[in-house]
Structure formats: structure tokens, C-alpha cells
């Protein structure tokens, strides 16, 4: 038999993984809506979603920290010891109330996510449709999983409080659904990241900026591995041996996986907070020298002028153009937007001879907006 160091204690840990990855989850969602807000003007559904999931995953912090102040992160036997079995029976209680904001916190964003790969891409009712659906089944998921937790004993205050009298399923019920809660969330941060990545793969730009705009969208996969390593340690969700000590792994990696996958929404329309903070910072170079974050458009090369005009209301990136290399013309027509593709005939006149040329036009507007 193995014995056990009583002095044992995790909770400085809990604390700074809970407010550490939390700060630069809030961090990132305030760069966030700035962008949105001040520089492209915009605010949207996936901005909502992303608040909402900000504010869960504060709340889910909070009660982690204060079962820490109760004692969880150190050994059951040390804390009843000290404190008695009613400070291990409101500790418990305090892990179960903030499990819900837990798990909410890390299924809404995905929804976001989805949000904004529709806009991005071309319009498809029925990718747009299974997008949504799938985003909207793992809440739905989320939701049967946290029933289940609450509903898996009776009286429901059996759960924490273990010698009341009452019944309780078997843990087993709970521990399957939550892998299989677990691989589906995996599964859509997986599609989330694969998809957009696809559709840009396919796109005809410079290979630079191609591979800026899949990694930008290919944060989901992130927290598709932190939630597959999350999920190594659910069986210790139900854990009776040690409740207070042995669940703590299972707890850190909640906490990374709610705020990674908040990150990983907002970080695709951060560039514009970005792209303006490298015109600024590059500022004092030559007069007269254009200033171009390095992605800020995507296109296949110069066009060769001609007699016709492309314009669209979805603000297309075109800084890259010749003619429009004037600082407010390239303040106001950046912006993530949805991506297609137009055909176009023009006159060109090479050495003096007219001639038809038929050219197709490869959509050069991906990243950010500064308006």
C-alpha cells in the first residue's frame, strides 16, 4: 500500500492556473471588442457569444477559487481533520454549483466560432446549416451533462453531502456520457478549425499570407487537444477516495480548456488591433513608403489596369492595388469578410493593339478591418 504525504497541497496552483488563464482570456476578448467596437465598427452575434462566455468563465473561476479557500487542493483527511465534515460537505458543494458556468463557458464560443466562418466564407445554406446545427447540439449536450450531474443523486444534496440518507446512480452513467460529451466537443473544434482552413488552402494568394490565415483559423485545434487531455481525467469527477485532492488535474485542465477555446474565437478578429498597431509602430519609416501588415490582403498578384471597375459593399482589401496607396484609403478598406469569386472582361492595350481579355478575379479580402 502506497502512503500519502497528508501535507500534500495543490491550492497555489489551482489559483494561479484558474486567474492566470483567465486574465489573458479577458485580455484578449477586450482586444477583441475593441477591434470590433472602435477600429471596424462592427458588432455582431459571435461579439455576444464570446461576452457571454467571458462572464461564465469568471464566474466558473470564482467558485474555484473559493473551494480553494475552503480547502480543495489539499487532502480530504487533513481538511476534515481541521475543519470537520461540514467544511468537506459546502466545499463540494461549491465544486458542483460552479461546474454548469464550467462547462457553458467552453460551449458557447464554438458557437461564435461558427458565426464568423459563415460570414467568412462563400455562402452555403447547407454548410452554413450544418455548422450551426453541430455548434447548437454540443450546448444541447452541454446542457444533458449537467442535468445528468445534478439529477444522478436524490436528495440532489446526497451529492456532496454523502452520508444523508438517499440513492445515487451508478457513476458510470455520468463518466460515459461525459466522454462522449467530451470526443463531440473535440470532434466540432476539430471542424471548426478544418473547415475555414480548406477554403483558404484553396484560395490563390501568396503563400505567406495563405498560411497566416489557416493558422489564425486553426486556433480551435488547440483546444481540441487541451480537451482530449481533459478528458483523461474525467473519471475523476465522481472520485470518492480523496474528493478534495484527486480531482484537482481534472479542475486545471477545465480551466485551461473554458478559456483556450474563448481565445481561440476571438483571436481570428483581432488582427485589426494588430494591423493597427503596425502601421503606428512603423510610422517613422520613409515618407511616402506604403506600411502593409504582412497579411493584410490576400490576392493573387497585381492586376493589370483596364477599362472596368470591381466594387462591393463587402469592403474588399484593396491596399494592394495600385492607386489606392493613400493612407485614408487604406484605413477605411481592410476587413475580415466573406470571400468569392467574379469574372470580368476589359480592353487591355498592349503595344497600342486593343484586344479582349477575359481574366477571373480571386478574392482578395481575408483579414483585418480598420475603418
Known amino acids: 500500500m502506497s502512503t500519502v504525504d497528508l501535507t500534500d497541497s495543490r491550492q497555489t496552483e489551482v489559483l494561479v492556473v484558474a486567474w492566470v488563464m483567465t486574465g489573458i482570456a479577458l485580455l484578449t476578448v477586450c482586444v477583441k471588442l475593441f477591434a470590433r467596437v472602435k477600429i471596424v465598427q462592427v458588432v455582431g452575434w459571435d461579439d455576444f457569444f464570446i461576452v457571454l462566455s467571458m462572464i461564465l468563465s469568471i464566474i466558473a473561476s470564482a467558485f474555484v477559487h473559493y473551494g480553494v479557500t475552503l480547502g480543495f487542493g489539499r487532502r480530504t483527511a487533513v481538511v476534515a481533520a481541521e475543519y470537520g465534515m461540514e467544511r468537506l460537505f459546502k466545499t463540494g458543494k461549491f465544486q458542483m454549483l460552479g461546474y454548469p458556468f464550467n462547462i457553458a463557458a467552453f460551449s458557447f464560443p464554438n458557437i461564435a466560432i461558427a458565426i464568423l466562418v459563415c460570414q467568412l466564407l462563400h455562402p452555403d445554406p447547407r454548410r452554413n446549416l450544418f455548422l450551426y446545427g453541430m455548434t447548437i447540439l454540443q450546448v444541447v449536450f452541454a446542457i444533458i451533462t449537467i442535468i445528468l450531474a445534478f439529477a444522478q443523486c436524490q436528495p440532489t444534496r446526497k451529492l456532496w453531502e454523502k452520508t444523508i440518507p438517499g440513492t445515487c446512480w451508478n457513476p458510470n452513467i455520468l463518466n460515459y456520457f461525459s466522454y462522449w460529451f467530451c470526443a463531440y466537443t473535440t470532434l466540432t473544434d476539430f471542424v471548426l478549425a478544418v473547415i475555414p482552413i480548406t477554403a483558404f488552402w484553396k484560395l490563390q494568394m501568396p503563400r505567406g499570407t495563405k498560411i497566416g490565415l489557416c493558422v489564425l483559423m486553426s486556433a480551435t485545434l488547440l483546444s481540441a487537444i487541451v480537451t482530449v487531455v481533459k478528458g483523461t481525467y474525467l473519471h475523476l469527477f465522481t472520485d470518492t477516495e480523496d474528493p478534495m485532492y484527486n480531482p484537482v488535474p ?85 476587413g475580415i469578410v466573406r470571400t468569392f469569386e467574379v469574372s470580368m472582361d476589359w480592353k487591355e492595350h498592349p503595344d497600342g493593339e486593343a484586344g479582349n481579355a477575359r481574366h477571373n478575379v480571386v478574392p482578395r479580402a481575408i483579414l483585418e478591418s480598420e475603418r
Request: proline share 4%.
Open 250 to 334: 481534472l479542475v486545471l485542465w477545465g480551466l485551461v480548456e473554458q478559456n483556450i477555446v474563448i481565445m481561440a474565437a476571438c483571436v481570428p478578429t483581432m488582427r485589426p488591433f494588430f494591423n493597427r498597431a503596425w502601421k503606428r509602430g512603423t510610422s517613422s519609416n520613409k515618407s511616402g513608403s506604403a506600411t502593409r501588415d504582412p497579411f493584410a490582403s490576400a490576392s493573387m498578384g497585381r492586376s493589370r489596369t483596364g477599362h472596368g471597375k470591381v466594387s462591393s459593399k463587402t469592403d474588399l482589401a484593396m491596399d494592394d492595388l495600385e492607386g489606392h496607396d493613400d493612407a485614408a484609403s487604406r484605413e477605411s478598406q481592410q
